[in-house]
């Protein structure tokens, strides 16, 4: 068991050395010295822990959410977060509320920025991450823009959510639909739940034509007529437009 835990922290510094650079299970099986079989139980399993990301069968494995929290310095997805993190404090400040932007890794979600700019409503987004996809707004924007494998991942290990908590969404044709609906529009908004004091929406970001990450908005029910439903819908859906737009920028020269 030593011997794999040590293989494992090998990996995890090998990749680090890369700088971002997605790194071949190839490479890492001739560098750790490691059997293929090992190797890729080893990989698996840290990808799910969440210390890497798969990229894709063909372009390898980066650092995953849990390596940047441990080391608490550079963000995961540091790029991203930090081109979004204006538009997110201005979308916050101009509805005085708590905004946040969220990615996935499978059932957890991982919060990449917040800002909360109502002093009467407490967030706490302390946590690496949290396992409430089917709960939130920006969870379910997540699940309906992810891969089919990983949705079929998300409800082996989750099940499917409980009419309770998801109306209409409780089997597996009910669930495509939702996700299908959530697409079709690009938002989702809902009170939290029946004992909840929360209106909270999500929408989704894209860079270009591709899904990145889940932007949503908490407002207190008690709040939500002060300024009127449509002004919160339209705040958020302004501010994934600018950071759709701004993380879309592609430079060129030559």
């Given at each position: 068991?030593?011997?794999?835990l040590?293989?494992?922290?090998?990996?995890?510094?090998?990749?680090?050395?890369?700088?971002?650079?997605?790194v071949?299970?190839?490479e890492?099986?001739?560098?750790i010295?490691?059997?293929?079989?090992?190797?890729i139980?080893?990989?698996k399993d840290?990808?799910e822990?969440g210390y890497?990301?798969?990229i894709?069968?063909?372009?390898?494995?980066?650092?995953?959410?849990?390596?940047?929290?441990?080391?608490?310095?550079k963000k995961?997805k540091?790029?991203l977060?930090?081109?979004?993190?204006p538009f997110?404090l201005?979308?916050?400040?101009?509805?005085?509320?708590?905004?946040l932007l969220?990615?996935?890794?499978?059932?957890?979600?991982?919060?990449?920025?917040?800002?909360?700019?109502?002093?009467?409503?407490?967030?706490?987004v302390?946590?690496?991450?949290?396992?409430?996809?089917?709960?939130t707004?920006?969870?379910?924007i997540l699940?309906a823009?992810?891969?089919?494998?990983?949705?079929?991942?998300l409800?082996?290990k989750?099940?499917?959510?409980?009419?309770?908590i998801?109306?209409?969404?409780g089997?597996?044709?009910?669930?495509?639909?939702?996700?299908?609906?959530i697409?079709?529009s690009?938002?989702?908004s809902?009170?939290?739940?029946?004992k909840?004091?929360l209106f909270?929406?999500?929408?989704?970001?894209f860079?270009g034509?591709?899904?990145v990450?889940a932007?949503?908005m908490?407002v207190?029910?008690?709040?939500?007529?002060?300024?009127?439903?449509?002004?919160?819908?339209?705040?958020?859906?302004?501010?994934?437009?600018?950071?759709?737009?701004?993380?879309?920028?592609?430079?060129?020269?030559?």
């Amino acid at each position: 068991m030593i011997k794999v835990l040590k293989k494992a922290f090998d990996i995890i510094e090998f990749i680090s050395r890369h700088n971002g650079q997605p790194v071949l299970p190839a490479e890492i099986v001739e560098k750790i010295k490691l059997n293929q079989a090992t190797s890729i139980r080893i990989l698996k399993d840290l990808v799910e822990l969440g210390y890497l990301e798969q990229i894709s069968r063909q372009k390898g494995y980066v650092l995953g959410p849990m390596s940047f929290w441990v080391a608490g310095g550079k963000k995961y997805k540091n790029e991203l977060s930090r081109r979004a993190d204006p538009f997110i404090l201005e979308c916050a400040r101009e509805s005085g509320q708590s905004v946040l932007l969220a990615t996935n890794l499978v059932e957890r979600r991982f919060i990449l920025a917040h800002y909360n700019m109502n002093p009467h409503f407490n967030v706490d987004v302390d946590e690496p991450w949290y396992e409430d996809i089917y709960v939130t707004a920006t969870g379910r924007i997540l699940m309906a823009y992810m891969p089919e494998k990983d949705l079929d991942i998300l409800l082996r290990k989750c099940g499917l959510p409980e009419e309770s908590i998801w109306q209409g969404a409780g089997t597996r044709e009910g669930l495509n639909e939702e996700l299908r609906k959530i697409r079709e529009s690009g938002l989702v908004s809902f009170v939290k739940n029946q004992k909840s004091t929360l209106f909270i929406m999500s929408r989704p970001v894209f860079k270009g034509s591709e899904f990145v990450a889940a932007l949503g908005m908490s407002v207190p029910l008690a709040e939500l007529d002060q300024k009127g439903t449509p002004f919160y819908l339209e705040c958020l859906k302004e501010c994934a437009r600018k950071i759709s737009a701004e993380i879309s920028i592609v430079s060129s020269i030559g």
